[in-house]
């Protein structure tokens, strides 16, 4: 039985609302569930567990419409989705998908599936846990049993009272976790969205396809298929002094062009830089998506010789404060404040 294993579309979310590039990301979320499909008919599989929260916001007719045309293209698979008995799930309730998709309302639930056969004990519960689940037996020994758990936290291997040997399980697909993880040997598995969802969101994203034999009912093959040509990318850079202002400009440069225009970026400096070398976001192209800018770095100042210029007025008085001890003796918060200090009494000259 070959299957994929997508959680948390998030359908309708804007990541980067206030970014030029939010309404692009937004239809991104849309085009996952069509690679998504596309994978399904590239690779015929036999079933697919749409976990997590499928849409952001409680969906409306259209967003229904728009899934049950997708699900029309795979009526050879077995499309799994949750819905909440929620009021504002109304039309998710009532909507008339094809017969190939199963949608799970309570709690707990149990489905059988003739062909392939597959036996589902399908979950969200708050407080589920798999410890719980130990005690599930087959009503068809035929069957293929799989545990489909929705929005519950995994425990971790360490602590489980259990064996993944144990399990009695050949799968368990989770979903509403925010980080792609793997545990129990491969058996358990947060596949994380199809797209990042934000700038806390890095790494490849996509969603796993598998393969549990008929005869033995073991998972015998498990792989992560990249589904979006994005990803939010943190760099870090460390200056010292040596490094100029066009310097850093082309190692910008170079570090994104590397790693591809069409990402997203989260830029942290940090060290001690010459006061000439300004931490400022025009040091980047206008066609660099960047959600954050984080300048931790430390103005080089020659104290000594700021001071001799400045010794008359309130520049000079504040650095002669510090200068009473010898620049070495300071701790590390006399020392900041002082670099900080001087950095604003310096740019509040120029204004």
């Given at each position: ?161 259990f064996h993944a040997a144990a399990l009695p399980f ?9 980080e792609r993880a793997v545990f129990l040997e491969g058996k358990a598995v947060f ?161």
């Amino acid at each position: 039985m070959r299957f994929i294993h997508a959680a948390d579309l998030h359908l309708g979310m804007i990541p980067d609302a206030q970014h030029p590039w939010g309404r692009e990301r937004a239809n991104a979320l849309f085009y996952s569930a069509e690679k998504i499909v596309d994978l399904v008919l590239q690779e015929n599989v036999d079933a697919l567990f749409l976990m997590g929260q499928i849409f952001h916001l409680p969906p409306l007719q259209k967003d229904l419409e728009y899934l049950h045309k997708l699900f029309q293209k795979i009526p050879f698979c077995h499309v799994f989705l949750f819905c909440k008995k929620t009021e504002e799930n109304y039309f998710l309730r009532n909507f008339s998908f094809p017969e190939n998709v199963h949608i799970f309302r309570e709690e707990s639930s149990r489905l059988y599936i003739p062909e392939p056969e597959m036996e589902i004990l399908a979950v969200q519960e708050k407080d589920f846990s798999l410890s719980k689940a130990m005690s599930f037996a087959l009503e068809h020994e035929d069957a293929i049993p799989l545990l489909l758990w929705n929005g519950g936290k995994m425990e971790s291997p360490e602590d489980a009272s259990f064996h993944a040997a144990a399990l009695p399980f050949s799968y368990v697909a989770l979903g509403g976790g925010k980080e792609r993880a793997v545990f129990l040997e491969g058996k358990a598995v947060f596949p994380g969205s199809p797209e990042p969802l934000g700038p806390e969101s890095t790494g490849k994203h996509g969603v796993y396809l598998g393969n549990i034999h008929p005869i033995t009912k073991k998972l015998d093959s498990l792989s992560f298929h990249t589904i979006s040509s994005v990803q939010y990318i943190p760099l870090h850079f460390r200056l010292d002094p040596s490094v100029g202002q066009e310097t850093l400009r082309q190692r910008l440069s170079k570090e994104i062009e590397k790693r591809g225009l069409q990402n997203i970026y989260r830029i942290r400096f940090s060290g001690n830089r010459d006061p000439e070398t300004k931490i400022i976001p025009d040091l980047l192209s206008k066609e660099i998506r960047l959600v954050e800018w984080i300048d931790d770095t430390i103005p080089q100042y020659d104290f000594y010789a700021l001071y001799r210029e400045h010794q008359q007025d309130l520049l000079g008085f504040f650095i002669r404060s510090y200068l009473r001890k010898d620049l070495e003796a300071l701790n590390p918060s006399e020392k900041q404040s002082l670099f900080y200090g001087v950095s604003a009494l310096l740019e509040g000259g120029k204004s």
